[in-house]
């Protein structure tokens, strides 16, 4: 298996006393109609980074991105609603700046205290920052003295905020970061044995890298969700009107006549449904007997027994993606059921992306899983063996 294993420096490396301390945290957190906070679990993450940072005396400056606003300042997806919470569990000033740059944000950053906090305004309100515009990241990082990437989340993307930054300042890693690389590198440099990958999610392409890249080193690779269809239809079941990635099959196809692909273990039943609705009729049929026009939404009870055995007797389970459309509660049964047995399995456990966090909150059994990574899309390129550019360059630890 491909994996990159990086070394960096971190915080407690550097003097932060009297600093501005620029960070760079994902606060893409999911919020209400309102504009609430409906899960802290990324805003958690982050607290211990900024709790050192403070107690050392220094002034921090937050930035993060919110949503898809599209390089244009959509009010919808302002940070404003997080500074309360923020000052709330941090129990420390905190002061929202309505901009991430300019004149505005330089004079709040600048008349900060030892111990206060600044929160800027969505970076994505500027085109610039998806874009890694050079001139952006100056203006940015004149909001501090010292660079901390703390968004694990967010560093497979070479964004101003990630990567154009530490062309100016000094960049090291923040606790959460750390955490997310330290714990991939302890789980995966040599794991304990039987090793088992669950993957679920919609598209095929967003992990038949993984895939590859996992196939020879671990023992049992189990496929869930829509991307379980891609792969049954490729070996020739009518799926009905399930959801298919029909540019991949013929990869799958390819993929499957492999000699390594005898570890792919794919569902043997499935909970379809006559509509992609919560109130839909349904029934659990064998994969090769979907009724005409219907769709598959789940694994069937007895796929769901297996995958579940299979997870609780391995030493080491990489988990990522839903096994059905799990925000529809009849649907949800695989999804909850691999988080129980992820709970259940004595050995080490590693999560990651929304869906399968999400399904671990469900299940209240977050305290019985060795690592939560707060960040999807990084965990996925970091299994596939991708650098990640937030993390290349911040300063390597001797």
Not at 36 to 43: C, F, K, P, W
Not at 89 to 100: E, Q
Not at 155 to 183: I, Q
Not at 193 to 222: C, E, F, H, Y
Request: hydrophobic residues 45%; neutral net charge; contains cysteine.
């Amino acid at each position: 298996m491909s994996i990159v294993f990086y070394h960096k420096k971190t915080i407690r490396d550097v003097d932060v006393v009297g600093k501005r301390v620029l960070v760079r945290v994902d606060y893409n957190v999911p919020r209400d109609e309102a504009g609430n906070v409906t899960d802290l679990t990324r805003i958690n993450g982050t607290l211990p980074t900024l709790q050192y940072l403070l107690k050392r005396g220094a002034k921090v400056v937050l930035m993060s991105h919110l949503g898809r606003p599209k390089g244009e300042k959509n009010l919808k997806y302002s940070l404003a609603n997080l500074a309360p919470v923020l000052q709330r569990l941090l129990d420390a000033p905190v002061a929202f700046c309505p901009d991430c740059v300019g004149a505005e944000a330089e004079k709040m950053a600048n008349d900060l205290q030892p111990g206060e906090v600044l929160l800027l305004e969505n970076l994505r309100f500027y085109k610039e920052e998806e874009k890694n515009d050079d001139a952006f990241a100056e203006k940015l990082a004149k909001l501090g003295d010292l660079f901390v990437c703390d968004a694990f989340g967010a560093v497979h993307r070479a964004h101003a905020s990630l990567v154009g930054v530490t062309k100016y300042l000094p960049a090291v890693a923040g606790f959460l970061l750390e955490k997310d690389l330290v714990m991939m590198r302890k789980l995966l440099a040599d794991p304990a044995r039987p090793v088992v990958a669950v993957m679920g999610g919609a598209k095929v392409d967003d992990k038949i890298g993984v895939i590859k890249n996992l196939l020879p080193n671990v023992d049992r690779l189990l496929i869930g969700g829509a991307m379980a269809n891609t792969f049954l239809y490729a070996l020739g079941y009518d799926m009905g009107a399930s959801k298919i990635s029909l540019d991949y099959v013929d990869l799958v196809r390819d993929l499957m006549k492999k000699d390594v692909a005898k570890k792919i273990v794919l569902p043997e039943d499935l909970v379809a449904a006559a509509a992609f609705a919560p109130d839909a009729k349904y029934r659990n049929v064998a994969v090769n007997r979907i009724p005409s026009g219907w769709m598959a939404l789940d694994m069937g009870k007895n796929t769901v027994r297996t995958y579940a055995a299979i997870v609780e007797s391995a030493q080491t389970v990489i988990w990522n993606g839903p096994m059905g459309v799990f925000e529809m509660p009849v649907f949800a049964r695989g999804t909850e059921a691999i988080a129980v047995a992820c709970a259940k399995c004595q050995g080490a456990t590693i999560v990651g992306g929304g869906d399968s966090l999400a399904a671990i909150d469900q299940a209240g059994v977050g305290y019985m899983i060795t690592h939560i990574s707060t960040g999807g899309g990084s965990t996925l390129e970091y299994l596939e063996g991708k650098h990640l550019p937030g993390v290349e360059v911040l300063q390597n630890a001797r």
